[in-house]
């Protein structure tokens, strides 16, 4: 008899793990529990695409290139039934990290780091750096590292091919709102929903984004993750920038040019926690507006065009993903939360382990084993280091 798999959550990751179980198994029954397919308050779709290995945890970088090799072989990966892949406006530019002063020991160190892990990078001294981009500002700073296979993408059409594969392998889909886990004897047996139903399961996985806490505490997994408001930004200039890498600093501002102008967020991570929508808006000209035009002083002024939010599911404990299930405790239940801006681009790589360990009870393409929640149990932070 078929096994059944349900999944509560259709974003990025919950779609990614759908899909990576189909291929693990197609023998597997695979249901996605959406509760809302606008996807209004979704992370997924509110991202700016940004796909980089520049980490400093070897599963984290190793993430990132699982996802440029699907990217590498987009056009034949994505294709379903004959259909054209979405275009993907793929952007190569490049992910450029900068350093002052004060974390110019994390950017050498992770430097050596990434190089160990395959990573193909190029360091910049900052006069070095001046000649091959003149419109960054290097007088503050002490150092760089170019990652020149990363790159960006829209964010939508990646999601819409990673949705098309797993119907196309079999997932089905329900709009639906898991209310409780059902559970006996240690073992979760299925959902119950809000409109008054119970599905029964043999395996669930909770990707329930910033809602996974409320999700895993039903059978105390308490999970150190919280929604956090961060907002993005569009703004022009009368010099376009669309040769730049996606630049990173410490300090958070990540840039990256689009649609003429560029795309700046400068993540506010003491923003309290909550489902916060809202756009402050003095944001830009009192924060974000000042970093960019110091950084890009020759550019001029950035006009701000549009504002939006979007929320991290942000990992108080360590800012990284924590995934996979708990060893004697309810084992059949799966999660994969607080990805703290990063799940976009590692969703596939973990939807692909927690598939593999869902079905033969080990990783097997990637070790997620340190990304697991026996780390908080243990009080051991696993993360990342200098640029987040
Ligand atoms: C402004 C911004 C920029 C970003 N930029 C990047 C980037 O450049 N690169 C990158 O890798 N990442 C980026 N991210 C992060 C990335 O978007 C997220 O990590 C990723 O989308 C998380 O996907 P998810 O599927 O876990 O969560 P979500 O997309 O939030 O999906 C979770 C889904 O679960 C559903 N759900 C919740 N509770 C229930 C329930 N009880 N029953 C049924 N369904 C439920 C929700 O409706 C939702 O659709 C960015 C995020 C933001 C906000």
Redesign the pocket.
């Known amino acids: 008899m078929s096994q059944t798999v349900l999944v ?8 990614s793990t759908a899909m990576q179980l189909k291929v693990v198994d197609p023998r597997l029954d695979v249901l996605i ?4 397919l606008t ?1 209004a ?11 980089r290995q520049l980490f400093t945890r070897p599963e984290n970088i190793a993430l990132s290139k699982y996802t440029l090799e699907v990217l590498n072989d987009w056009n034949h990966w994505a294709s379903v039934n004959g259909d054209a892949a979405p275009d993907l406006a793929w952007q190569p530019n490049g992910y450029l990290f900068i350093a002052g002063e004060y974390d110019i020991g994390h950017l050498r160190s992770n430097y050596q780091t990434q190089r160990d892990c395959g990573v193909e990078l190029q360091w910049f001294e900052p006069d070095e750096l001046a000649q091959h981009y003149p419109d960054i500002e290097v007088t503050d700073l002490k150092g760089a590292v170019l990652s020149p296979n990363d790159g ?1 993408l829209d ?1 939508l059409a990646f999601f819409d091919g990673i949705k098309r594969k797993a119907h196309g392998l079999g997932v089905q889909i329900d709009e ?4 409780t886990l059902a559970t006996r004897d240690n073992r979760v047996t299925g959902v119950e929903l809000h409109d008054g139903r119970t599905l029964a399961a043999d395996v669930v996985v909770n ?6 806490p ?2 895993a505490a039903q059978i105390g997994i308490e999970l150190p993750v919280e929604p956090m408001r ?3 930004h569009y703004a022009i200039a009368d010099v376009s920038l669309d040769h730049l890498p996606f630049s990173k600093d410490v300090a958070g501002l990540a840039i990256h040019a689009h649609a003429g102008g560029v795309s700046v ?1 400068l993540v506010d991570f003491d923003h309290p926690g909550g489902e916060d929508f809202s756009i402050d808006p003095d944001y830009y000209a009192a924060v974000v507006q000042p970093a960019l035009e110091h950084r890009l002083p020759k550019v001029g002024h950035f006009i701000e065009q549009r504002t ?6 942000q990992n108080r404990f360590d800012g990284n993903a924590i995934v996979g299930n708990v060893s004697g405790h309810y084992e059949n239940f799966y999660f ?2 607080g ?9 596939l790589g973990v939807g692909r382990g927690l598939a593999e360990h869902i079905v033969t009870g080990t990783y097997q393409t990637i070790d997620l084993t340190n990304l697991a929640y026996q780390r908080i149990v243990d009080e051991r932070p696993y993360p990342e280091l200098g640029i987040r």
């Open positions: 509560i959550g259709g974003g990025i990751v919950g779609y529990l959406e509760r809302d996807y308050t979704a992370a997924t779709g509110k991202g700016t695409g940004g796909i960006w964010p639906a709102e898991v209310d990707a329930a984004g910033t809602r996974a409320h999700i961060r907002h993005e967020g939006w939010t979007g929320l991290y599911d994969a939360a990805f703290s801006g990063h799940g976009f681009m590692h969703a």
